[in-house]
């Protein structure tokens, strides 16, 4: 059976659990937040989490042995377990980090460490240098592509990528020949931040798996919208962050398979991580631990389980159906504006809420400035995606993005609220 | 709203002097990192110290409304004028862009740019508007006529042009 978007009225029921979103802004109009790809509003439940970790479990995990440690300690391992599960993953396949962007930063230094014998780890696999490949996509976050083309520079490896056709999908014509045999390494995005493009997970994961490469989903977009299976998807590491996801922001997480994560050399050092110390040297405690130095962000992972389990609450099929509606109606008023350019796929077949365009004559910050105007947030510029922007023809380009608590009301008004660009620049 | 006012509507749309020409003495490219906006600017200066005078200003803008049209203005403003005047209208400008809506500006002194004072309210336009004249200060001490105001720039000077950057577009190398 396919799941169902939410009715008027459970979709006000949602909205009441979200606060900021019943304010105003700009003189007294009705905010309509359409920016969650940037960042998600939180429901009470997860404010509450947060709040409660404060009021009575506040301690150091894994440090100390007085109550209030073991109970933080326990309250911030049931976090990794839930957000495991929400993901279909094992608690200890887990780590904490601040984001994705974080979460991506230790793979790439994981390499680095490798390469130059640092870090523990056992990992040839890790290994990198000049003659290795390193591959990306065109339409990455800087967040997936920067951390790479670093590692590229400190280490002599080649960063190659995988180009974007017109339609905003990936062009694999020639996926054979950019990930071969010296390919240590494919990053790759879930879905566009941009362009909403769903990618082909299964086929590039099976190419990577044949000339033995390790594969890196970026899925900051995908595991706040849609149900997923780390087993199913076949990667061998995954990096998502907790604030778009309707959890706090300062919490992330990086799945990887235990073989992998275990083979892995560590990125941040110091206390927490290790296992013993000398003077001269230090030998690491087990995944995750290994990868947690410092006292950790605790009430924001208890703040993102909340938001795991607020979402499994509600279906993640059914959150998925709820915004593939909301995009359907988005993408079906943009078409009858002859004057606006969707950047990105125009059907909802592998796309996500994520819809870019361009008003034809009018630069996206003044788009975004009208719509502003009216109460409608929503993101314009590069949205950290500059060489996708180049690919696509545009300097910048005005997003919508939309999340559980969007309704259809709010479509309209943002493309209400979009007439009046034509009227005031004079295009279309 | 009153931000899109028709004179800054009218300077967006035809750029008051706009193409690079020649010749110059200093050429800046400046970008606003947050949303793409681009700016070039070429200034020819010709004497010395009290006596400099901006023979042009040519400059290509590439961004929204708000940045071409101040550039725009900025143009319209200041080419052909001495540089003691090209420093005054720039500190007032500066001064009433980051006033955050406490100067409005004076028309006798900036011309046409008082049509901007609305940018102050909105802090996230304001380095749009900020654009040009800080690749302009930047061009005039490339040229060896630093600007006295010399706080804080709010774009990024970048030597290579973004736009023909070798990877940017040809996918895989
Ligand atoms: C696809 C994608 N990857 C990575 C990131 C980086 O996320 P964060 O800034 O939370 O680390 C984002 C967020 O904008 C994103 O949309």
Redesign the interface.
């Known amino acids: 059976m396919t799941a169902t978007h939410f009715t008027e009225a459970e979709v006000a029921r949602i909205r009441a659990d979200v606060a900021i979103l019943s304010r105003t802004v700009r003189d007294g109009k009705t905010l309509v937040y359409l920016d969650s790809g940037a960042t998600s509003q939180k429901p009470a439940r997860v404010l509450d989490a947060e709040r409660e970790w404060y009021e009575r479990f506040n301690a150091a995990p894994h440090r100390g042995a007085h109550a209030l440690s073991e109970e933080g300690t326990e309250a911030y391992e049931s976090a990794r377990s839930r957000i495991a599960a929400f993901i279909g993953a094992q608690p200890d396949e887990i780590v904490f980090t601040k984001n994705a962007t974080e979460a991506i930063n230790l793979v790439a230094y994981a390499f680095s460490n490798a390469t130059t014998g640092g870090g523990g780890g056992t990992g040839d696999r890790f290994r990198i240098g000049p003659g290795d490949e390193i591959v990306v996509t ?1 339409m990455e976050h800087h967040a997936n592509l920067i951390p790479w083309q670093e590692l590229a520079r400190r280490t002599g490896a ?1 960063l ?4 974007v056709a017109e339609d905003g999908r990936l ?1 694999l014509s ?1 996926l054979d ?2 990930v071969n045999e010296r390919t240590r390494v494919l990053a790759f995005t879930h879905q566009s931040n941009v362009l909403g493009t769903v990618n082909p997970v299964r086929e590039l994961v099976a190419r990577a798996q044949v000339v033995g490469a390790l594969t890196v989903l970026d899925a900051c977009q995908s595991v706040p919208h849609l149900p997923l299976d780390v087993r199913e998807l076949g990667v061998d590491l995954l990096a998502f962050s907790g604030h778009k996801m309707m959890g706090p922001m300062g919490i992330g997480a990086l799945w990887g398979r235990p073989e992998v994560l275990d083979a892995m050399p560590v990125f941040l050092t110091g206390g927490s991580m290790i296992e013993t110390v000398t003077m001269e040297s230090a030998t690491y405690a087990p995944v995750p631990q290994k990868f947690e130095a410092g006292v950790p962000n605790a009430a924001q992972a208890i703040g993102l389980a909340a938001a795991c389990d607020y979402l499994a609450d509600l279906g993640m099929d059914r959150v998925h159906a709820h915004e593939m509606m909301l995009t359907e109606r988005l993408l079906a008023g943009l078409a009858e504006r002859p004057w606006v350019r969707v950047v990105g796929p125009t059907d909802t077949t592998d796309r996500g809420g994520a819809v870019a365009f361009v008003v034809e004559g ?5 788009v975004g ?2 719509l502003d ?1 009216q109460g409608i947030a929503v993101r ?3 949205h950290c995606a ?2 996708l ?3 696509m023809r545009a ?2 380009t005005t997003r919508v993005s939309v999340h559980v608590y969007n309704t259809t009301a709010e479509i309209d008004a943002f493309l209400e609220a979009l007439d009046r660009v034509p009227e ?3 295009v279309g | 709203m009153d931000l899109y006012q028709e004179l800054i509507l009218e300077h967006s749309k035809r750029p008051h002097g706009a193409g690079l020409r020649d010749p110059f003495d200093a050429e800046v490219h400046h970008v606003n990192p947050t949303c793409g906006d681009e700016v070039t600017v070429r200034v020819h200066v010709s004497g010395d110290g009290t006596g400099a005078v901006l023979e042009d200003l040519s400059f290509d803008a590439l961004g929204c409304s708000i940045s071409v049209a101040s550039t725009s203005m900025m143009a319209e403003e200041i080419t052909g004028q001495p540089l003691s005047a090209a420093t005054t209208k720039h500190a007032a400008i500066k001064s009433m862009l980051t006033s955050k809506g406490a100067d409005p500006g004076d028309e006798d002194v900036i011309g046409d740019a008082v049509a901007l004072a609305g940018v102050a309210k909105y802090p996230a336009r304001v380095k749009c508007a900020l654009l040009g004249w800080m690749a302009l200060e930047d061009a005039l001490a490339q040229a060896g006529h630093a600007l006295r105001t010399a706080d804080t720039t709010t774009s990024q000077p970048t030597t290579t042009d973004h736009r023909d950057a070798p990877n940017s577009t040809e996918g895989t190398p």
């Open positions: 065109e080649t190659r990528w995988l180009s062009d020639d020949e950019v009018v630069h996206a910050h003044d400035q009208i105007d314009v510029g590069h500059w060489p922007h180049r690919k300097v910048a005031i620049f004079g």
